[in-house]
Each structure stands twice: as C-alpha cells, then as structure tokens.
C-alpha cells in the first residue's frame, strides 16, 4: 500500500530565503506526482506535475524534482515571500490503482 | 470557466441526519474523487469514480455513500451511521488523457455536527 510521508510538518522562514520541502513515497511504480499549495479554508491549487519519466519540473520560483528509484520528491521554492505562505502537499498516482495519495503537507510562514 | 463547483460552503448536521453535498464539474472529466480533510492532516479517500455509474471504495468509505448518474456530477452523502463526520470535504476531477492530466480541486465544503 503506497504511503506518503512530507517532511518538515512546518516550516517558518524569513523572506528571500530558498528553502526545500521534501516529500518520500513507499511504491515506486507511480505514474506521476503532483505538489499542491492550500490556503486555509480553501481547495488545493496544483503547483507542478512530474511525470513518472521526468526529473524535474520548472515553474517560475517553484522547481520540483523526482528520484523514483529512491522514492523521494523535492520542492524547492525560491527567494520566498510572505504570499508563499500556505500548506504544500504532495500527491502521488499509483499506477493501476487510479487514485492519488497524499501526504500530510508542509505549513510553510514566511516572515515579512 | 471551468472548474468544479462544490456546494453548499458550509453545511451542518443534526444527530441522525443524512446530508449530501454537491459536486458539479464542466471540465469533461472522466474520474472524479471525494476526499475528507482533518485539521492538520492530509486528505484521505472516501471514494473515487472512473465512469459513469460507476465507483469504488476509498480508505474511509464507511458511513458514506455516492452515486454517479451523469459525467458532470458526484455527489457525496454523509449517512447517520458517520459518527465523527465534521471535516472539511474536497472533490476533485481529473482527465484520463494520460500521465499529464493535473488533479483539480472544488473549494471544498465544511460539515459540523450542531
């Protein structure tokens, strides 16, 4: 059973600092990983999608990379700012099983 | 625009009560998911749907119930026999075009037992 695991749970930054938030799976036969942003109270928004053939992803400030054989993602955000503030999570799609798992998210803050 | 219209924003349940909460999407997707958010926790899978008229069971499925009669609709209802339901519900719809297709979100609802 494919589980994923975000680490740290939070994180507080001061601004224009780079920072990194990791997120581990267990199965390494996924079809793609998608990095989410929530802000409270509200829906996912989708940040960046890696696909399982892909390294990496590149989205402005956001870039995301993808280690299958190690079951690792990374998000790195760079030069924050107050308005990164919100919760990060990950979601990996299983192939065959047709749905996406996520893990329990990053609180980021980023001080003004 | 398209997008996945969840309703209503915030909903509240008597002892005993079944409730339903909505979830339309004009995006022409085939799968549709309904996720449950905790405070501080990541989402868990109620249930999922690839097609029309049909649908699986997620992890958290019981004391829930779904159907899905037309291809824009999935709605969710949270039965008496949920007995710690207040969360915050996300649907959310994806294409199954191939490995590209994103996820997308509604903006979800937020249930309380009165």
């Known amino acids: 059973k494919q589980e994923v695991t975000q680490i740290p749970a939070a994180l507080s930054v001061p601004e224009g600092e780079n920072l990194v938030l990791n997120c581990s799976f267990t199965d390494s036969a996924i079809y793609n990983l998608q990095w989410f942003r929530q802000d409270p109270g509200k829906g996912l928004t989708s940040l960046l999608l890696?696909?399982?053939?892909?390294r990496e992803q590149t989205s402005g400030r956001l870039n995301a990379s993808l280690d299958k054989s190690s079951g690792r993602s990374t998000l790195y955000i760079a030069a924050s700012q107050p308005g990164d503030s919100a919760t990060y999570l990950c979601a990996v799609y299983t192939s065959g099983t047709y749905k996406y798992i996520f893990g329990t998210g990053t609180r980021l803050k980023v001080l003004a | 625009d398209g997008g996945i219209t969840q309703s209503p924003k915030y909903l509240f349940r008597k002892e005993g009560q079944n409730v339903t909460l909505s979830c339309e999407q004009n995006l022409n997707h085939d799968a549709m998911y309904w996720y449950r958010q905790d405070p501080g926790q990541g989402l868990r899978l109620i249930y999922y749907?690839?097609?029309?008229?049909?649908?699986q069971k997620g992890d958290i499925a019981e004391g829930y119930s779904v159907s899905r009669e037309k291809k824009e609709s999935f709605p969710l209802t949270v039965t008496s026999a949920q007995k710690n339901p207040t969360a915050f519900y996300l649907c959310a719809s994806i294409g199954t075009g191939g490995s590209n297709e994103k996820l997308f979100f509604g903006s979800g609802t937020q249930l309380s037992v009165l």
């Open positions: 749907s690839q097609i029309v008229n049909d649908f």
């Open positions: 890696i696909q399982s053939s892909q």
